[in-house]
């Protein structure tokens, strides 16, 4: 539900990255952040609550091509992952264009990968969202830890309708932008149509 700027001649476009608690979403944000040119981004804005923080800001991709004639602002989010956190959770989802879903690969991660999905299942049909529905991207984070989760057995138990996914390493930067072209791509597509 991307929202349109007449003046500015933008469209504004939300994509919200969702997952369990340390997955590595707050380290996608920071990497897409510090890698961005300074005069296409706003100001990062960190919502604090007691312990985990949401995340914002937004930004202007040079590289992505205007929609009859309006360029296209993306808004970063990303959500504190604890269960006390819900009520923002379920905030952060109004409006929301794209999801990037960050799954993490450690081995005894597997139960809060696939809670943390319910629950952004239920958020969004609480707010009228179809998770299947709308842009959609996983993210495979952590592919470096020991071990990691085969990527068949996270397809398999959290990609169930066939959304795009991609492998990454959030802390070196590998995969950050192939998930936020993903994502931001899929948007373009609905908002073309
Ligand atoms: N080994 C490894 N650690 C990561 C990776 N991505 C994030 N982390 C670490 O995981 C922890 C939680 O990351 P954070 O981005 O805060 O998770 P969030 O709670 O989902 O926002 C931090 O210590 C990160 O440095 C990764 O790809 N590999
Ligand atoms: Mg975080």
Same mark, same amino acid.
């Given at each position: 539900m991307s929202f349109i700027n007449y003046a500015a001649k933008e469209l504004n476009c939300k994509i919200v990255y969702y997952g369990p608690g340390l997955g590595g979403k707050t380290t996608n944000l920071q990497y897409i952040y510090n890698t961005t040119n300074p005069d296409s981004k706003g100001k990062m804005i960190s919502l604090t609550g007691e312990t985990e923080r949401t995340?914002?800001?937004?930004?202007?991709?040079?590289?992505?091509?205007?929609? @009859?004639?309006?360029k296209t602002r993306f808004h970063?989010?990303?959500?504190?992952?604890?269960?006390?956190?819900?009520?923002?959770r379920k905030l952060v989802l109004k409006g929301v264009d794209g999801i990037v879903f960050v799954a993490d690969s450690n081995v005894d991660r597997m139960e809060?990968?696939?809670?943390?999905?319910?629950?952004?299942?239920?958020?969004? @049909?609480e707010?009228?969202?179809?998770?299947?529905?709308?842009?959609?991207?996983?993210?495979?984070?952590? @592919?470096?830890v020991?071990?990691?989760?085969?990527? @068949?057995?996270?397809?398999?138990?959290?990609?169930?309708f066939g959304a795009e996914e991609f492998e990454a390493v959030a802390v070196k930067g590998v995969g950050v932008f192939d998930t936020l072209k993903s994502a931001s791509k899929q948007i373009l597509k609905v908002l073309r149509t």
């Open positions: 995340l914002f800001f937004d930004f202007l991709p040079l590289n992505i091509g205007e929609i @009859r004639g309006f970063l989010y990303t959500v504190p992952g604890q269960h006390f956190y819900d009520a923002s809060d990968n696939l809670e943390s999905l319910k629950s952004l299942d239920s958020n969004l @049909r707010q009228g969202y179809d998770m299947h529905q709308i842009p959609f991207v996983f993210q495979w984070n952590k @592919r470096d020991e071990n990691p989760i085969p990527v @068949r057995v996270l397809h398999d138990q959290l990609n169930t």
